[in-house]
């Protein structure tokens, strides 16, 4: 288990009996691109998870390593100085560090210990249970007091100052989530609710389509953003309560079909029926209906391919080949899109020949190899007894 690793290395190190954190990867189940729209989305925290092992150490110095992926030690003195280092992992700690200092909370010495198993670059966002495991670890030992809320957005400042402009699902997802249920998340309000994952004898199965997300795939984000933002513009020359597409209703988006470039008019469609899908989607949940979940992932998936266009062919297929396939339910792509991965619901009794199928399709058509993983749905940032 990797959290023993984890404890018996920092022991090993540092002679000392630490605090253990655990922090989770998050999956997304519906509700792509509606973040920045101030729409809903529904994630769920899973197993897979990065661990921190972390104790004071009476010095002025704050010592942070890691031994799994890219090995290095870091040290920092309380007022921020820090050695050289070649990591990219140290950007996070030394901004988090920097946020802490400047919010006038009371740092004191201590070491740190980390390393977890979610896969890099999967888009089971990493970084944010990097950060958010972080700060509430040097909370927790400390005695700090921040709160989730507070932590959710001292780690979005973190990645916003080291160039990710991300929003703050990733964050609540890692902090508030719960073993077997997903997170109805609201993101004009920050209100979020608990959904109980009501499907017995289904299985999450995510499948990496090892296509790698390209050079353009920031001006074509931008590119839906700047949509997105041109039809609020245009509806709010004549209505000024409408601040995002949030605030758009159907109605009012077809008034002005006819005013506004066709791309535009189809992107924002794409964000008010992803909207409406991730209500569905938790509806289906709540009455354990997989059958329409499975057509929700599809429907959504079918809308991200032709409305929103940010598939690939690659995505494309993994989600054709499985609709051909008794054991899966449905399948859709997950993340921001131009690459990584499918999310699937599968019949638990046909997850291993339905994968080894698909997986075997996607290679003889494609020659790639698809990674899988087998998704568990697990509980928020907490500490290991």
């Not at 780690?155 to 703050?168: F, M, P, R, S, V």
């Not at 997105?228 to 079909?257: F, M, P």
């Not at 809308?303 to 690939?312: C, F, G, R, V, W």
């Not at 638990?348 to 494609?366: A, F, Q, R």
Request: hydrophobic fraction near 35%.
């Amino acid at each position: 288990m990797i959290a023993e690793v984890i404890k018996n290395s920092f022991q090993s190190k540092y002679n000392n009996r630490p605090l253990l954190i655990k922090s989770p990867g998050r999956i997304n189940l519906i509700g792509e691109h509606t973040d920045y729209n101030l729409g809903f989305v529904m994630p769920a925290a899973i197993e897979k998870a990065i661990y921190f092992a972390i104790q004071e150490n009476d010095s002025k110095h704050i010592n942070i390593e890691t031994f799994l992926t890219s090995p290095e030690q870091i040290t920092f003195d309380l007022n921020g100085k820090t050695n050289e280092f070649s990591s990219f992992w140290g950007n996070y700690f030394k901004a988090i560090l920097k946020i802490l200092r400047d919010k006038k909370y009371n740092l004191k010495g201590f070491d740190c210990v980390f390393g977890g198993d979610i896969p890099i670059g999967s888009g089971l966002s990493s970084s944010a249970a990097l950060c958010c495991g972080f700060i509430y670890a040097v909370s927790e030992l400390l005695d700090l007091g921040i709160n989730k809320a507070e932590i959710a957005l001292i780690a979005q400042k973190a990645e916003h100052n080291i160039g990710l402009n991300c929003g703050l699902m990733d964050q609540y997802a890692v902090l508030y989530g719960k073993k077997s249920n997903a997170l109805f998340l609201d993101c004009k309000t920050l209100d979020h609710k608990h959904i109980p994952i009501n499907l017995h004898g289904y299985s999450w199965v995510l499948i990496n389509s090892n296509i790698k997300h390209n050079l353009a795939v920031d001006s074509e984000y931008n590119k839906r953003r700047e949509s997105c933002e041109l039809v609020v513009n245009h509806l709010r020359q004549s209505n000024t309560e409408i601040n995002s597409l949030r605030d758009v209703k159907l109605a009012d988006l077809n008034s002005i079909k006819n005013e506004i470039p066709s791309t535009d008019f189809k992107r924002a469609n794409y964000i008010l029926e992803e909207n409406s899908r991730v209500e569905k989607m938790k509806n289906a949940l709540e009455s354990g209906n997989a059958n329409k979940v499975g057509a929700l992932l599809l429907e959504g998936h079918n809308a991200m391919s032709k409305e929103y266009e940010i598939t690939t062919k690659e995505l494309d297929l993994l989600v054709s080949i499985g609709q051909k396939l008794k054991g899966v339910i449905g399948s859709r792509m997950m993340g921001g899109g131009f690459g990584g991965c499918t999310i699937n619901l599968v019949k638990t009794n046909l997850v291993e020949d339905s994968i080894t199928s698909l997986i075997s399709t996607y290679k003889e058509e494609t020659g790639i190899d698809a990674e899988v993983y087998e998704l568990h749905i697990g509980d928020g940032v907490h500490i290991i007894s």
